[in-house]
């Protein structure tokens, strides 16, 4: 949209900016076909001299531009007022990057040509209202990916007490998040206002399963156990959980492939993706990503009883009374 003082939309400098931005648009590869008043102006030129075209240009004349106008020139193109002009882009697709491509030309040429007798708008039909909402959604995008990156990081921060830790539980959950954009992007999925909560949803359910094993894994370290056998021992207590939930999820959204309708059947692909490659990651890359940063064997902290106490605490408690009684007797005698 082009705006002008009132009943000056027709002047010939203004015209003719309108013409200079038609032309740069129609440069584009994915433009198929523009139009205006500048474009009825030169129809309505070669019209008036018996339809030559070596009359194809922009009237230089101010009355025969006044009298398009006035008489010719549909509302579609000028208002009542002559205080607005309507330019028209004919595209050949709505997909992000053809948007784009026109709104950086627009906004460039507003940035050249505006003064304060024209000013070149944003376009406010279909494609301009998707290409607004195309530049909210990505800013929104990455404040959403940091919001729940910070909102996994300091809580894991504060319970885990450990740098260390947390890049172990949180670099999984990255890799699944770049991993699922590239899935997006092979599937022709666009980042929108239904798809933008996807990721951020994988990211939050993700995360609990490496906080499950890094839990337990940590909890073994500190009595004493080595690598393996603290996450062995992660994986007999959480690890079977933790796959059965991953399956679990992947298994009911994954069954939305099968729906008519496109945009559920790609859902279900990309929650699914992400349920079982958190899954894997917490099972696979995280006691990777922990035999690099956290050390092989922390010692007991101090109060805590190490594996050996451990270990003979638990046999006691397996120990029967009556076991109890006659070892007793038999150290008396």
């Known amino acids: 949209m082009v705006k002008t003082q009132p009943f000056q939309c027709n002047r010939y400098d203004l015209v003719a900016q309108v013409d200079e931005l038609e032309w740069k648009l129609q440069q584009l590869p994915q433009v198929e076909s523009t139009n205006s008043f500048a474009a009825l102006a030169r129809m309505a030129s070669a019209g008036m001299n018996e339809g030559s075209f070596m009359w194809y240009d922009l009237p230089r004349t101010q009355g025969l531009l006044n009298s398009i106008a006035g008489r010719g020139a549909p509302r579609e193109l000028i208002n009542q007022n002559c ?35 024209i000013q070149f708008l944003s376009a406010a039909g279909s494609a ?15 404040q959403i990916l940091l ?8 809580p ?9 830790a947390v890049i172990c539980a949180v670099l999984p959950l990255t890799l699944t998040t770049i991993l699922a954009e590239a899935l997006m992007v092979i599937l022709g999925i666009g980042v929108k206002v239904a798809t933008l909560p996807v990721i951020a949803l994988g990211v939050g359910i993700g ?12 909890c073994e370290l500190r009595l004493g156990r080595n690598l393996s056998e603290a996450y062995y021992k992660a994986l007999q207590f959480t690890g079977k959980v933790v796959v059965l939930t991953g399956l679990t999820l992947a298994i009911a959204v994954g069954a939305r492939i099968f729906s008519p309708i496109k945009f559920r059947a790609d859902m279900g692909v990309l929650l699914a993706f992400m349920f079982l490659l958190n899954m894997l990651g917490a099972l696979i890359l995280l006691p990777a990503l922990t035999c690099i940063f956290v050390p092989v064997r922390i010692r007991a902290e101090p109060g805590k009883p190490s594996s050996v106490d451990a270990k003979k605490a638990f046999t006691l408690r397996r120990e029967s009374p009556a076991s109890l009684v006659t070892s007793r007797s038999n150290g008396g005698t």
């Open 147 to 154: 919001l729940v990156y910070a909102a996994v990081t300091i």
């Open 156 to 164: 894991a921060f504060v319970t885990f007490r450990s740098w260390r």
């Open 207 to 218: 995360v609990d399963y490496s906080l499950y094993v890094m839990s337990v894994t940590l």
């Open 128 to 142: 301009g209202i998707e290409a607004a909402t195309n530049i909210v959604v990505k800013q929104a995008n990455n």
């Open 83 to 117: 205080d607005l002009m309507t330019v028209y882009v004919y595209l050949k697709d709505h997909k992000a990057e053809t948007l784009d491509q026109v709104v950086q030309v627009v906004t460039k040429f507003a940035d050249e040509h505006d003064t304060a007798e």
